[in-house]
C-alpha cells in the first residue's frame, strides 16, 4: 500500500512540475488561487457579518421586550449588554 501512495505522489508531483513549468501557466494558477482564497474570505466574512447582524437584532428585541415588561435601563443593560445610550434610542422609538 505504502509503495502504491509513493508511486501515486511521485507522479503526481511529477505532473505538478510539467504543468508549472511554463511560465503562463503558472501565472493563470496563481490568480485562480488567488481568486479561490479572496472568493473564500469574501464568504467567511460576509457569514460573520450576518451573524453579528443577527446576534445585535436579537439583543434590541429582547430589550424591547425588557421595556415592554416594565424593567429599568439598568436592568435592561444588565439583562442585553447594551449600553445606556443604544437602551435610550431603543426605547425612544418605542413611543412613536
Same mark, same amino acid.
Given at each position: ?7 501515486? #505522489?511521485?507522479? &503526481? *508531483?511529477e505532473d505538478l512540475e510539467k504543468l508549472t513549468a511554463d511560465p503562463k501557466l503558472r501565472g !493563470? ?13 469574501? #464568504?467567511?466574512? &460576509? *457569514? ?13 428585541? !429582547? ?34
Open positions: 500500500m505504502a509503495m502504491v501512495k509513493n508511486k501515486t #505522489i511521485k507522479e &503526481a *508531483k !493563470i494558477i496563481k490568480l485562480r488561487d488567488k481568486w479561490e482564497r479572496d472568493y473564500y474570505n469574501g #464568504i467567511a466574512c &460576509a *457569514k460573520d457579518e450576518g451573524l453579528e447582524r443577527g446576534f445585535n437584532e436579537t439583543r434590541e428585541e !429582547i430589550a424591547l421586550n425588557s421595556f415592554k415588561m416594565g424593567n429599568t435601563i439598568e436592568q435592561t443593560s444588565k439583562l442585553t449588554g447594551l449600553s445606556k445610550e443604544k437602551l435610550l434610542k431603543i426605547k425612544s422609538k418605542m413611543k412613536c
